[in-house]
Structure formats: C-alpha cells, structure tokens
C-alpha cells in the first residue's frame, strides 16, 4: 500500500522544503521559468477550507468533471495577444518529465514512517495533431522510465520501482486539446495495466496534461491574471482544483505564465478505481493542497521549452478490504504528506521538436 500511495503522487503537506537535488543549468533555448512560491498561499474565497472533503454534489456546484471555468481578472498591458493551442501547426517532440518526491505515511496510532522516494526520469514523445476549428489531439508514448543514478544507492526503494518502472516502457495515452485549452477531460489509456504500474503513468500523463492552461477569451498582455476551476484526478483520488495564471512576460514568439494552485478533496465513500488496489475499498475524509506552476511556450503551441510544477498538502483516507474478501473488517484511517517536484523540458540542450528528430 505505501508503494502505491508513493506512485499515486497526489498532493499533500509538508513542512520542510525538498532539498534542491537539480541541476542548476537551464535550457539554452529559453530563459528558466520561476515558479510563484508554493508558500505564497492563493485566495480560498472560492473553495472550501479542506478541514474535510468537498461532498461530490457541492463540487459539481463549482465545477463538473470535465469541465473548465476562467473568470479573468486583469487583462494586463498592450500590446496584448490572443493565446490559443492553433492545431494547424502539427507538433510533435520529445519532453523529459523528472520528479522528486518527499513523504510520511502515518496509520492511526503508529508513528508517521518516511519511506525513502528515488527520483525518476522519464522519457515521453508527444504528438500534437487536429485541424482548423477542431480540438487537436495530445497522443503520449511512454519511451524510457529510470531512477536517477544518484539515488540507485536506495536498494530497497530501487527494488520495488523495477518491475513498474519495466512494464511502462510502450505505454499509450490520449487527451483533446481544444483551442482554448477547455474541458481537455480525461485520459484515455491504450491497454489496462497493473494498479502500480497505472498509477505511476498516470502520475507522468497527468504531468503532461497539466502543461495545458486553460486560455482567457480575450487578448491579454504581460501582467494578465484569470483563474481556472477544473477537476483532476491524482493516483485515483478526485481533487477540486482553482490555479490563478499570471503573464509573466508575452512577445511575438513565446509566452511565460506563472500560476499559483489551490486543490481540495472531493469525498467519497468507497472508491474503486483502476489506479487503486484492486483488493481495498479507498475512502477519502480530507485533502488538500497548494501549489505552483511555471511554464515557457512558444506562442500557439503546447510543448513547453521549460515547465516545473510544485504539489504540498495532506490526505486523510479510509482503507478496509474489499468485502468480497473480508466481509467484517474494520476501516483504518491514514494520513499521507507529500511534496513533489515535477518538471517537464525537452532533453537538455534541444528544443522538443529538435528533440523529435533525434
């Protein structure tokens, strides 16, 4: 279970920062985005605290699965641009996704455990297809997942990521992407997979999906801000989410947005889900989290030059047995904390579409 809480990689709370374990370099393509502090906590006028999970009929209050709401807030300074995904332009391209991650499990009455996370590296290859008027279509193929060499000095962790870290190679996955970047919805995986192995591409999918920002309907310059109500779900776990966009800077070629990410836990009451063990009835009691995201685009397009993400928060969940397999059992409450670091840039040195044609 704690391997599979590990690999879900939704967001929850720690009080101590990652220690900075990158590379200090930046891509030569494009000046290194900065992502607006996660401490820096958003306005939470528009969510609830998350002291408890958001019951699901209050969440599609706000907003629906599948559906996208920007109010904008400041269309910023001239000259100001329309920004949209143009699916007349093909892309196609390569994207490096790393992830770090920090944790504690706690099970009720037992003291909190840290298991050691090794990063990962994990090469994708992104095709960008559509038409004129149409929503394009995002396809993603898993090429390459490794631990980073730093860390294979983590025999046990490395161990048990092996076998998931195999069986990834090949896997395929799909999302719409809509001019404006609305509604994208949810994955579609090419074939069914083992929960661990599910929960760790998805992990990487949702990273890749992530890069869309749902776009105003207005032209905005530099210093622009709207805010994005969607839904997503993180290792089987359903998060209502608010992200507050800022243009960080806009010329004719590429755009820079800044966001800041407010999530909470919508309830449920016994999940079963294909990301989930298939053997344990998951209920989520609370969770919540905030955040920030960067990213540098060329203008029309959706592969980044450079995009780094950060998760804190904490999920409280009910676990029992299935009770096909144990009819009495009794629930356990655990708490996970978490902190990710996810970054999405082409191999160094390269643009994606260099990268492609490698």
Do not use: N
């Amino acid at each position: 279970m704690v391997v599979l809480l590990v690999l879900g990689l939704w967001p929850v709370a720690c009080d101590e920062p990652l220690p900075d374990r990158r590379s200090p370099a930046a891509p030569q393509s494009a000046p290194r985005p900065r992502a607006v502090p996660a401490t820096s906590a958003p306005d939470l006028r528009d969510l609830p605290t998350g002291d408890r999970a958001v019951p699901s009929d209050q969440a599609d209050r706000l907003v629906r699965a599948g559906e996208t709401k920007v109010e904008l807030l400041s269309a910023g300074e001239p000259p100001r641009r329309l920004l949209r995904y143009d699916a007349t332009q093909p892309e196609q391209g390569r994207l490096v996704v790393t992830a770090e991650i920090a944790m504690a499990v706690q099970q009720e009455g037992e003291p909190a455990v840290e298991p050691p996370v090794p990063r990962l590296r994990v090469t994708v290859d992104v095709r960008v297809s559509g038409a004129a008027g149409q929503a394009a279509t995002v396809s993603l193929t898993l090429r390459e997942a490794a631990v980073a060499p730093a860390d294979q000095a983590q025999p046990p962790a490395v161990a048990d990521l092996e076998p998931v870290l195999a069986a990834l190679t090949g896997l395929e996955s799909q999302f719409p992407l809509p001019p404006r970047g609305l509604g994208v919805g949810p994955l579609q995986q090419s074939r069914r997979t083992a929960p661990a192995v599910l929960q760790l591409w998805t992990t990487v999918a949702e990273a890749l999906r992530d890069l869309v920002t749902p776009y105003p309907e207005v032209e905005v310059g530099v210093g622009a801000r709207w805010r994005a109500f969607d839904r997503v779900t993180r290792g089987g776990i359903e998060m209502l989410r608010r992200t507050t966009y800022r243009v960080a800077a806009l010329d004719a070629g590429a755009v820079t947005l800044a966001g800041e990410i407010r999530e909470v836990a919508v309830a449920s009451t016994g999940r079963f889900d294909p990301a989930l063990p298939p053997d344990h009835v998951i209920a989520v009691r609370r969770g919540d989290g905030t955040g920030s995201r960067a990213v540098v685009r060329p203008l029309g397009r959706l592969l980044p030059t450079d995009s780094e993400s950060k998760l804190m928060g904490q999920v409280t969940l009910d676990t029992r047995p299935a009770p096909a397999i144990a009819p009495t059992a009794v629930s356990r409450r655990s708490s996970v904390r978490l902190e990710q670091r996810l970054r999405v840039a082409p191999p160094r040195g390269t643009s994606p579409q260099k990268a492609a044609r490698r």
